[in-house]
DNA sequence: CTCTGATCATTA
DNA sequence: TAATGATCAGAG
């Protein structure tokens, strides 16, 4: 049964909360679903069944998962020491000429207002039905975290902006990166090169990186006072 | 077709 | 073995 939307923050909390120590097969069963053998083909499976039992409601929409309170949802596949065991996506990165030129104004800068993070623990054997979920995190970026985040951002944006298709690799930005982000390499979008034409190439996404994101969630995973 | 949810799998 | 580049599924 779907949940309805928190009518506010300490609602949603208390609801991620009550499900820290949980297995997500148990979580699967009280939705009366199940879980899959494994993700290779349910990339975003635990994903969807958290924003599903968190009653989040923006499904696709390039919005935050409860627009109502600004908050977005995302999960996040830790090993037992907290490290994160993948990057995280955030949102596309339009080549077109349409991304906003201002990091306050950016995507990722709304994206990133307010998270809140749920650690998934495994390794890579864990079977999916035995993952089970950490302490949830509601974050907020620091000062230092934010400068990071819009230095990066701005670096990036001015490979898009000038057209550097060819220079643009996931090894620029220290916490933020760009990569490919589409069904497969056939997947092309329309971009803007440095001499103003217009070629195909495949889309890209801002991805943070582990080492960035560990921060994030570490406090989740050291011994309470 | 685009953006969401992400993880997979090959490379360095 | 960590990180990059590639990929899979669902919703609107």
Same mark, same amino acid.
């Given at each position: =049964?779907?949940q309805?939307? /928190?009518?506010?923050?300490?609602?949603?909390?208390?609801?991620? &909360?009550?499900?820290?120590g949980?297995?997500?097969?148990?979580?699967a069963?009280?939705q009366?679903?199940?879980?899959? /053998?494994?993700? @290779?083909r349910?990339?975003g499976?635990?994903?969807?069944l958290?924003?599903?039992?968190?009653?989040?409601s923006?499904?696709?929409?390039?919005?935050?998962?409860?627009?109502?309170? !600004?908050?977005e949802?995302?999960?996040?596949?830790?090993?037992?020491? !907290?490290k994160p065991?993948?990057?995280?996506?955030v949102?596309?990165?339009?080549?077109?000429?349409? =991304?906003?030129?201002?990091?306050?104004?950016?995507?990722?800068?709304?994206?990133?207002s307010?998270?809140?993070?749920?650690?998934?623990?495994?390794?890579?054997? +864990? /079977?999916?039905s035995?993952?089970?979920?950490?302490?949830?995190?509601?974050?907020?970026p620091?000062?230092k975290?934010?400068?990071?985040?819009? +230095?990066?951002?701005?670096?990036? &944006?001015?490979?898009?902006?000038? !057209?550097?298709?060819?220079? =643009?690799?996931?090894f620029?930005g220290?916490?933020?990166?760009?990569?490919? @982000? !589409?069904?497969?390499?056939?997947?092309?979008?329309?971009?803007?090169?440095?001499?103003?034409?217009w070629?195909?190439?495949? /889309?890209?996404?801002?991805y943070l990186?582990p080492?960035? +994101?560990?921060?994030?969630?570490?406090s989740q &995973?050291t011994?309470?006072?």
């Amino acid at each position: =049964m779907e949940q309805l939307p /928190p009518q506010n923050e300490t609602v949603l909390i208390r609801r991620a &909360f009550g499900l820290s120590g949980k297995t997500l097969g148990e979580i699967a069963a009280n939705q009366g679903t199940h879980c899959p /053998p494994d993700l @290779k083909r349910h990339k975003g499976w635990v994903g969807q069944l958290l924003e599903w039992v968190l009653g989040a409601s923006a499904g696709s929409k390039a919005e935050p998962d409860f627009p109502h309170l !600004g908050i977005e949802l995302k999960t996040i596949p830790v090993d037992g020491s !907290g490290k994160p065991r993948e990057s995280t996506y955030v949102c596309v990165a339009p080549l077109d000429g349409s =991304m906003a030129t201002q990091w306050h104004e950016s995507w990722v800068c709304r994206k990133l207002s307010k998270v809140l993070w749920i650690p998934i623990v495994s390794d890579a054997n +864990t /079977p999916l039905s035995e993952r089970r979920i950490a302490p949830p995190k509601l974050w907020t970026p620091t000062p230092k975290q934010a400068h990071q985040l819009q +230095t990066d951002w701005e670096g990036l &944006f001015e490979l898009i902006a000038s !057209g550097s298709i060819w220079q =643009m690799d996931a090894f620029k930005g220290d916490v933020l990166q760009l990569r490919p @982000k !589409g069904a497969n390499k056939n997947d092309l979008v329309w971009a803007i090169d440095e001499e103003g034409n217009w070629v195909q190439t495949v /889309p890209r996404g801002f991805y943070l990186r582990p080492s960035f +994101t560990r921060e994030i969630i570490a406090s989740q &995973f050291t011994d309470p006072p």
